[in-house]
């Protein structure tokens, strides 16, 4: 079982995180913001990851570092269960409706960090939570789990459906990207027979 825990701890946060690859989707995420939760638990339920998340961060001051460290750590879990890449599928894309928005998602799970983002919102806020986290959030996951990320959303107009379109394509497309190649378990899939080095290209 490909399976990994994270702790992180900062002046600002304390984080810790559990992935298993090869889950059901089962979720147990506490980290103080409401709708972070709600969208990490798309994430876990949608990726069939378990994820267990504990976040403790300086919510007096904002929602910045809890969600940025929360990404990382998750980001970083992911990394660690996936080891050396061996036998995955490496690239995976979704395309989610959601009502009157849709969004593209597309990664590869290279060892080689990129996020392109094209998403905008009508608002600065979804409740209490700035918008522009999310962007920080995903930043964030990309860097840590070493993927390169593109996420668009093509058309929208609830800020509520286009958040979580982004996280669930991000859910379906890591979903297929880091199955198990079935002809190619043994194998990296790359031609140079090796993956994560930020300047190659492959």
């Known amino acids: 079982m490909r399976q990994a825990r994270?702790?992180?701890?900062?002046?600002?946060?304390?984080?810790?995180?559990?992935?298993?690859?090869?889950?059901?989707?089962?979720?147990?995420?506490?980290?103080?913001?409401?709708?972070?939760?709600?969208?990490?638990?798309?994430?876990?339920?949608?990726?069939?990851?378990?994820?267990?998340v504990r976040a403790k961060g300086d919510l007096h001051i904002d929602f910045h570092h809890t969600t940025e460290d929360t990404g990382i750590v998750i980001g970083q879990a992911v990394a660690k269960a996936l080891g050396d890449l061996r036998g995955i599928c490496r690239y995976g894309a979704a395309e989610i409706p959601m009502d009157e928005t849709c969004t593209r998602v597309a990664?590869?799970?290279?060892?080689?960090?990129?996020?392109?983002?094209?998403v905008d919102f009508s608002k600065p806020k979804l409740g209490d939570m700035d918008t522009e986290l999310f962007l920080e959030w995903f930043r964030a996951f990309a860097q840590a789990a070493g993927v390169t990320l593109h996420v668009e959303t093509l058309y929208g107009v609830n800020n509520h459906h286009i958040v979580e379109s982004c996280y669930k394509g991000l859910a379906r497309a890591l979903r297929q990207a880091i199955a198990i190649d079935p002809r190619k378990a043994d194998a990296v899939p790359s031609t140079k027979g090796m993956l994560g080095h930020a300047n190659d290209v492959d």
């Open 107 to 118: 990664i590869d799970v290279s060892g080689r960090p990129f996020l392109v983002w094209k």
């Open 6 to 52: 994270v702790e992180r701890k900062t002046k600002e946060t304390e984080i810790t995180a559990t992935v298993n690859l090869d889950g059901t989707g089962s979720y147990d995420i506490k980290t103080g913001i409401g709708f972070l939760d709600h969208m990490l638990e798309q994430l876990s339920r949608h990726s069939l990851i378990d994820l267990k």
